[in-house]
């Protein structure tokens, strides 16, 4: 049985960081930078200045994500922090206006991305990111947790848009269903003091 572990995406680790996102699907150009600038620049950025921001959002600290590695190797992402700091998500009006948190909170975090190489996809990881997010941002003094994953049950998702994480993963995970805020996706939140 394979070993799964989880570490915290410090500078350190930035070749595992890179090992994680270029496994398949859209990470590799992504580089988990969409949701952390405004429309404007993330259209004006290439790869390469996307890769020089993770690198020095990841140098200046704290992690903004964890890495999970199956028997030594890097294997996937998951980006999670405080929500201030994802100016996508306070800039999206739909989520904006599903949220009854107030946007400048800090002690509000959100989940907003998954990547999981796809030679180990199947194998529990996305539960296994999850968990390992939930605990390091109560460690981290969060309060609440919020993500917007997709509802698969509802047949009308992209298979590209599961980097968001499934319903079914943050139920699973003790999340609450809150409103549909656009077609298909949903907004879940969990209190972390229990």
């Known amino acids: 049985m394979a070993t799964i572990i989880t570490e915290p ?108 190489r796809r030679e180990h996809r199947g194998k529990g990881l996305t539960a296994q990111l999850l968990a390992s997010a939930l605990d390091y941002a109560r460690e981290s003094g969060a309060r609440l947790i919020e993500a917007y994953p997709v509802d698969t049950s509802t047949g009308s998702h992209r298979s590209n848009d599961l980097y968001h994480g499934t319903v079914s993963t943050f139920r699973a995970a003790g999340f609450q269903r809150g409103p549909d805020f656009a077609a298909g996706r949903v907004l879940m939140t969990r209190g972390l003091a229990d």
Not at 21 to 30: I, K, M, R, V
Not at 31 to 60: F, G, H, Y
């Open 9 to 116: 995406a410090t500078i350190t680790r930035w070749d595992d960081v890179q090992h994680s996102l270029t496994g398949g699907g859209d990470g590799a150009g992504c580089q988990c930078i969409w949701p952390i600038v405004r429309n404007k620049v993330w259209q004006s950025t290439t790869l390469e200045q996307r890769r020089d921001m993770l690198r020095d959002e990841i140098a200046a600290g704290p992690p903004p994500g964890l890495i999970a590695y199956i028997d030594g190797e890097a294997a996937g992402w998951i980006r999670v922090g405080p929500r201030t700091m994802q100016q996508r998500i306070l800039h999206t009006r739909a989520i904006a206006s599903a949220t009854t948190e107030p946007l400048d909170d800090e002690s509000v975090w959100a989940i907003t991305c998954f990547v999981v």
